[in-house]
């Protein structure tokens, strides 16, 4: 079992229907039938959404997905329609908050590694596959691809996790035509940002994409290439051979199987609050994540 360790309830806001709380966004629906996104603090690991929130991270991910966003517009259309607050809204939605075009989601989540590590690692020393997608020998924890590769994944619910699937699996969930476009475009726009990124000192290993349609147009949706949705590596202490430093929630996840936080990930017990200088250390990673990508100070 596992999930939220304490779901919050959601705010209520005139002109607001609430639809849905995931892990870390809370989605409404306005009365002209847009949705409203909003990009709490909250932090998951191990499929559980912790009970300790990571301050300003729900900005970090909004303003990064918001830079990332004008720099694909050549490629790709985004859902984004405005970043003004609702009225009656809380203050707080200030800066973690966007007005996003309603789509028809395609229910793949778009994933593409240029690097081997996490799931497809594991794949890749079973059967030197990730996704069936055959990959050569000699390759270890870090190593980059020969060529960056799509490798689609199921959605799943809250405490579930992503399953890996193949192309042809996709093909067939949304239709050949549709699962050609998905591959295309997720390489086009890793390719894009693996190259921004590279120039700022950052390897873009993996990340995940969501797109829906309007009308016939493919749109990226939800967020895009932030450490909740990518890994961001430096690059120059990138080493093949073992688990790379990142700018993601590793402290939360090193600190949760560490002794001192007293908790067995393998157990139904929820894990612990997290202490502060965790909370500190992973606002600083979102932080300095936003920062050397963009160029921009955050404070």
């Known amino acids: 079992m596992s999930g939220f360790v304490e779901k919050p309830e959601p705010l209520q806001v005139p002109g607001l229907v609430h639809l849905h709380t995931g892990k870390v966004r809370d989605l409404y629906q306005n009365e002209a039938g847009d949705l409203v996104m909003i990009a709490s603090d909250r932090i998951s690991a191990y499929d559980w959404v912790l009970p300790t929130e990571i301050p300003d991270k729900g900005r970090v991910l909004t303003q990064l997905s918001l830079w990332w966003f004008d720099k694909l517009a050549d490629l790709v259309p985004n859902h984004v329609l405005s970043t003004e607050l609702p009225p009656g809204a809380p203050a707080d939605w200030e800066g973690r908050t966007l007005i996003c075009k309603s789509l028809r989601m395609t229910p793949v989540e778009c ?109 990226l949706a939800d967020e895009v290439l932030t450490p909740d949705s990518s890994r961001f590596w430096p690059a120059d202490v990138w080493e093949p051979g073992h688990a790379q430093p990142s700018f993601d929630k590793q402290f939360v996840r090193d600190w949760l199987t560490s002794p001192g936080s007293g908790w067995d990930r393998r157990s139904e017990q929820p894990p612990p609050p997290l202490p502060q200088h965790i909370v500190d250390a992973t606002s600083a990673k979102y932080i300095e994540a936003y920062e050397r990508l963009t160029g921009i100070s955050w404070s």
Do not use: M, W
Request: include cysteine; hydrophobic fraction near 40%.
């Open 111 to 219: 994933v593409a590694r240029g690097y081997l590590t996490g799931s497809g690692l594991v794949e890749y020393d079973e059967s030197r596959t990730v996704c069936g997608l055959a990959l050569p020998e000699g390759l270890v924890d870090g190593s980059e691809l020969p060529a960056p590769i799509f490798t689609p994944a199921t959605k799943a619910a809250v405490g579930e996790h992503d399953e890996n699937v193949s192309y042809e699996e996709v093909a067939r969930q949304v239709g050949a035509e549709t699962a050609a476009q998905l591959r295309q475009t997720t390489l086009a726009v890793y390719g894009r940002a693996r190259d921004i990124a590279r120039e700022r000192g950052i390897i873009l290993a993996d990340t995940k994409f969501e797109f829906g349609y309007e009308g016939e147009t493919l749109v």
